[in-house]
Structure formats: C-alpha cells, structure tokens
C-alpha cells in the first residue's frame, strides 16, 4: 500500500515505536488516528500529527470496540492498523514465596495476546468493507511480539508465553484474511528506547545489550517505524514474524 492517502490507526500510538511510525506514515502523505490510554500523551501526538485522539484501555474490550469504530469514522476508512501495546510482570514459574500467581499470568496474556487479537478482529472487520487497490489489497495490521517469544529469560514466563501467542497466530490469522486481501505481520523487536528501558543507564544499556551481533545498542523507536512503513509498503510481506534486533539473542538470565 502507498503511504499517500493511507487511513492507519496507531494503536499505543501516543509513545516509542508506534509514535514513530505514525510520524513516517504522516510524512509520506498518510492520517493517522492515535488511540491510546486516556493518561498519555495521546492528545498532544494527534495535534501534532494533524490526527485525530481516541483514548481507551485495551483491556476494556467493548470499549475498545466503540473506539475503534470512532477513529475509522475519524479516518474515513481503515487501510492500515499498528498494535504494539504490551507489558509483563516478572517472576518465576515457581520461587521461594510459591507458585508463579495465577491472577498475574492471565493479566499478562490478556493484555498481550488477548487485548491485540481484539484490535485485530475489529481492524479487520472495517479493512474487509474497503475497495481492493490494484494488488488486491484492503489493509494491512502490524503486530508487536519481542524476541523474548523465541527465547525468553529466566522470569519472563507470562510475557515470553503471551508474545510468543501473537507470533503463534500470526500466519492463521494472514491465511484467515488472504481472501479478503488483507495482511498480517507481527515485528519482534529486541530491546529498544522506550518505557522503561528508555531510562536505564547507559553503563546497564550496554550491558544489557552486548550480545547482539551488530549495532550492540538499543533500538531506536523509528527503526520500528522503518520497518513498518516497509511493510505496509510491500505487498508480499505477510504472515510473517520479522525480527528486529541486531543479531541479539537472549541469554538465560
């Protein structure tokens, strides 16, 4: 899809690697509709953006339904949707005090694996009402894993069991919507500058990083964005998990 003209909802997109990519999706000639939670910095984005400010909390499901509705009003339509919000809470599966909480893991999953196959869901409802471009095309969705699906760390199990869901589901839900024309593809990245990593030192940073391959730093939001944008631009991209991490491979601990 061209980014001229395109309709994207920026789902998280008031911060880091979404923020990024509605900045390169508006720069090319795209709108954007920025939903985020009602505590961000959501609205200051959208101005800035010339876009428009849907606040939700993705957990609130039918919520979220009414919102999504209302940023493709805003939009006119809906060709493209990037989802990266997410989050964990560490701890064992058992340690010293007992068994890993129950209440915690699911809160884990359904924020990152259940809360995204909603946004999906409903994107993917609207994009199935547009006209197909000349290659066939009625959308894209962008979802955000990390490559701790693939080898997550000691204390990483709901998030490691969560993302690694949405990589799971990431070919079905392409061959699910290929009929329809529409796209799916999920970027995994590796540790980047935002949240709360945006804040560590730099002498942890680098520690933290040192086994990857080439840079050997954080990722910066807009190399997020770079490969977003490539991917909504390329039409053969689809069903397809992309790791963005430098070469990185999580140790154990």
Known sequence: ????????????????????????????????????????????????????????????????ELVITEAVEALGGLDAMVNTPGGGKAGRTVSKTGPY?????????????????NVNRLSAWHMSKNDPNEDEERGVMINTASIAAFEGQIGQIAYTASKAAVAGMTLTMARDLGSLGIRVNTIAPSLFETGLTARVTEDRAENMTKDAAFPRRMGRPDEYGRLAVAIIENPMLNGDTIRLDGGQRFAPK
């Open 1 to 64: 899809m061209e980014l001229q003209g395109l309709r994207a909802m920026m789902v998280g997109g008031a911060s880091g690697m979404c923020r990024a990519t509605a900045i390169r999706i508006v720069a090319g000639g795209g709108k954007v509709a920025i939903v985020d939670r009602p505590e961000s910095a959501g609205a200051e984005v959208a101005a800035e953006l010339g876009g428009s400010w849907h606040p939700v909390n993705v957990l609130d499901y039918e919520g979220t």
């Open 101 to 117: 909480p129950l209440e915690d893991f699911q809160a884990v999953v359904d924020l990152n694996l259940i809360a995204t196959f």
